[in-house]
């Protein structure tokens, strides 16, 4: 959740913002306890140098006064956090011209007794110790195991995710949680992921295979999330990732912020910033920065569906379902943010929302919806076909592709032929090809190479590959090397 900013609070409490603006604040303020926070500093600190100003000046001598300029000019003792910037210097200059008033020489006259004032920042509320957590289901779409306490089970929106759970997603579904203001994760089809810490202070995540799409809110002094794969530990320092995991290679998306790398035995550590894309296998990496189109796609793709948290009861106690199903299936929108693929099951806030449905070469559809109960709301549409359909993309010209990246696959054949230079073989990659042209996965679907590392190579570099046509597809590519 984004926050208000603190000269506007302050224009807030002296009533000078317009009424809409006034309205939007307070609105805001109603569920944010972190802005009211500062409102309450901003309000005390005018509240003071209001007293102030109506205190009598005093007078004060040539070496009383020079005291109190040098003491002024010691710094501060306390860190002062810049999200409060704006409410620590009105309270710092409140405390200074109190000091000032309150000391009158003793022969000083004075009509009436100066106030003594000493403003105080309100203290920071205390961080409780180390609790375990539990995250709330928000999103939900086809079939999902839950695994606790050794029992399989089908995941329910109902239900609420903690220690050492394992989730594992079927094909075509996905899965959604909450756990902070602003914290949540979206695990995506075929993948595993296990909650093998989950504290207030220490979140780890253990993805097993698949991708896990993460972002982290606000966090408190010494909180620490990462997500292990197989080979690789990525960490948080930014806030909002995705994570893939392939056996040994680990693909890493930065959306947000910086996120830190590290291979599993601790030997080197890579710092990755948004917007970027790396592929690390056992000892190496590469990476690219995401053009603006692709970022923005990616972004859209990976929404959380995160609300207002003030934790998991109160969530579920403010919040309805709404399940959504189509024929033939579709993508799903509420209020302008695309969750996914029908059937899903979404849980939003109490009230109206706007439903659209696409899928191509169909008529969208648009409803609005109301949740307002514990029943949850469903909504079941047929689309109806565009009568004039457009022929299907051609295949991608894998030729001309191959054709342009001969010498690096040539390379990575050349390697292995200096270690051995009799080596012959036929390596077949599979390649999914991404709704945006860039080869999302790589497989070795069968290779007669017996040097492994030709078709390690091949997999790590054509997962930078990307084709202008032909999306949203899997082709497999032979290639056949020998000497020359």
Not at 73 to 85: H, L, S, T
Not at 185 to 197: C, E, K, M
Not at 286 to 307: C, G, I, P, Y
Not at 464 to 476: A, D
């Amino acid at each position: 959740m984004s926050h208000v900013r603190a000269d506007r609070l302050a224009e807030l409490a002296r009533g000078r913002l317009s009424e809409s603006k006034a309205a939007q604040a307070q609105q805001h303020l109603s569920a944010c306890t972190h802005c009211r926070t500062v409102l309450s500093r901003i309000e005390s600190a005018q509240a003071a140098m209001r007293e102030v100003v109506d205190a009598p000046v005093p007078e004060a001598g040539t070496v009383r006064t020079e005291a109190t300029i040098r003491w002024m000019r010691v710094r501060p003792e306390p860190a002062v956090r810049p999200a409060f910037w704006a409410a620590a210097a009105l309270t710092g200059c409140a405390a200074a011209l109190a000091l000032f008033a309150g000391r009158f020489p003793a022969h000083a006259p004075s009509s009436r007794e100066a106030p003594s004032l000493a403003v105080k920042p309100a203290p920071r509320p205390p961080v409780a110790a180390d609790a375990e957590l539990a995250a709330v289901i928000t999103l939900l779409g086809g079939k999902v195991e839950l695994v606790r306490d050794g029992h399989a089970a089908r995941l329910e929106m109902g239900s609420t995710l903690r220690v050492q759970d394992k989730l594992t997603t079927g094909a075509s579904s996905r899965v959604a949680a909450q756990w902070a203001e602003g914290s949540g994760l979206l695990l995506l089809a075929d993948a595993q992921l296990s909650f093998d810490r989950f504290q207030t202070r220490t979140q780890r995540l253990g993805l097993e295979r698949g991708e896990v799409d993460v972002r982290v809110g606000a966090k408190i002094p010494g909180e620490s999330l990462q997500v292990t794969t197989p080979s690789h530990i990525v960490t948080v320092k930014g806030t909002w990732f995705t994570v893939a995991a392939d056996g040994p290679r680990t693909t890493v998306e930065v959306l947000e912020g910086t996120v830190e790398v590290s291979e599993l035995d601790g030997s080197r550590s890579t710092l990755l910033h948004a917007p970027s894309r790396a592929v690390f296998t056992r000892g190496r990496f590469t990476s690219a920065a995401l053009d603006v189109r692709e970022a923005a796609a990616l972004r859209a793709k990976s929404e959380l569906n995160l609300m207002s948290w003030t934790g998991p009861s109160a969530l579920l106690s403010v919040t309805g379902l709404l399940r959504v199903s189509s024929v033939p299936d579709g993508t799903l929108a509420v209020d302008g943010v695309e969750l996914g693929s029908t059937p899903l099951q979404v849980r939003r806030p109490f009230g109206r929302h706007y439903v659209e449905l696409q899928r191509l070469h169909f008529h969208p559809i648009t409803r609005w919806v109301t949740l307002d109960g514990d029943e949850p709301g469903e909504l079941r549409v047929a689309f109806n076909r565009v009568s004039d359909v457009p022929p299907p993309e051609e295949p991608p010209s894998l030729e001309s592709v191959m054709l342009e990246r001969k010498g690096v696959i040539r390379t990575c054949y050349e390697r292995s032929l200096k270690r051995d230079d009799h080596l012959t073989g036929t390596v077949s990659l599979r390649l999914r090809i991404g709704a945006h042209g860039a080869v999302t996965q790589t497989a070795i679907e069968d290779s007669t190479m017996p040097d492994p590392q030709v078709g390690e190579c091949l997999q790590h570099e054509a997962a930078r590959w990307t084709f202008s046509r032909g999306k949203n597809v899997t082709v497999i590519y032979p290639f056949e090397f020998k000497p020359e």
